[in-house]
């Protein structure tokens, strides 16, 4: 059914309602502080889902259904047994076709997009602009919790999509051939914003955040956009993607698989775990 790993809002509506089809809101909440700004904490986006959503679409909870909750950083991948639950609660099998989206920049969709190409499952496609665009078209919505039909899935992981702390340790020492991406926001890589105690990336890194993606309506720029925010790295024999905890690294991903990358992995822990390690270099763009 699929033929890219990006869909239209027309190509979803004309193929609405499919029996070997499921739509999956994969939406995640950030949790602002009183004052308005960013406290680094997330909450589902269940409850939206509940006011509105793609007409059938299931609800993946990212936080914990998706994440590994014995890890001590947010948003950690899950080990198989896991994720084949998680899916298989959706409703998923490995002959469905499988379409996510989100309520912000696909970075969640492809966040789970990300997942299932590294548990060895291909037949998904992120919606391109999320459940804005499918809002602002005035197509139709429905309200309430759509109840799965659980079913069985089966992965088969591809351990080469990540990398760990140590590999980009190597890369950044130079014994390890591969181009480091950092899709955080510009100024969190430059070291002027951010949470973590240590600010900055990791040294060699190229910046490419995911707003260099995305038209101000979410939907992905075009290929040649795409291309030419990714021209330092290209020709690169692999390359990594991070970010802060490996979500904003999973759209910088999925870009560049629509630009035909196919050596690409994501180092899961990104600054997250780097910057804890108060023996690991960051440079900033500071004066």
């Not at 799965?148 to 899935?153: E, G, H, I, M, W």
């Amino acid at each position: 059914m699929l033929t890219s790993p990006l869909v239209s809002t027309q190509w979803l509506a004309d193929h609405l309602g499919a029996d070997d089809m499921v739509v999956v809101d994969t939406t995640v909440r950030p949790v602002a502080g009183v004052d308005g700004t960013p406290t680094g904490r997330f909450t589902t986006g269940r409850e939206g889902h509940r006011a509105e959503h793609v007409p059938g679409a299931v609800f993946a909870d990212l936080i914990g259904d998706f994440s590994d909750s014995d890890a001590h950083l947010p948003f950690t991948r899950p080990g198989r047994a896991r994720f084949e639950d998680a899916v298989g609660a959706l409703g998923i099998s490995n002959e469905t076709t499988v379409v996510v989206y989100d309520d912000a920049r696909s970075e969640w969709a492809c966040r789970l997009w990300w997942l299932f190409r590294a548990f060895g499952y291909d037949d998904v496609a992120v919606l391109d602009g999320g459940a804005s665009v499918w809002r602002d078209e005035r197509r139709p919505v429905e309200r309430g919790h759509v109840e799965p039909d659980p079913t069985l899935f089966e992965a088969v992981e591809r351990p080469d999509l990540w990398v760990d702390k140590t590999f980009v340790e190597r890369v950044v020492a130079g014994d390890e051939s591969a181009a480091l991406v950092c899709a955080s926001p510009a100024p969190e890589f430059a070291g002027l914003d951010g949470r973590r105690p240590r600010l900055g990336h990791i040294p060699s890194s190229v910046s490419v955040p995911v707003e260099r993606l995305v038209d101000p309506d979410h939907q992905f720029r075009a290929e040649s956009s795409i291309e030419a925010a990714f021209a330092p790295v290209a020709g690169a024999g692999r390359v990594v993607v991070y970010c802060g905890a490996g979500i904003e690294a999973s759209a910088d991903a999925f870009a560049l698989t629509l630009i035909g990358e196919r050596n690409v992995a994501l180092y899961d822990g990104s600054l997250d775990e780097w910057s804890s390690d108060a023996e690991a270099p960051l440079r900033t763009l500071a004066a």
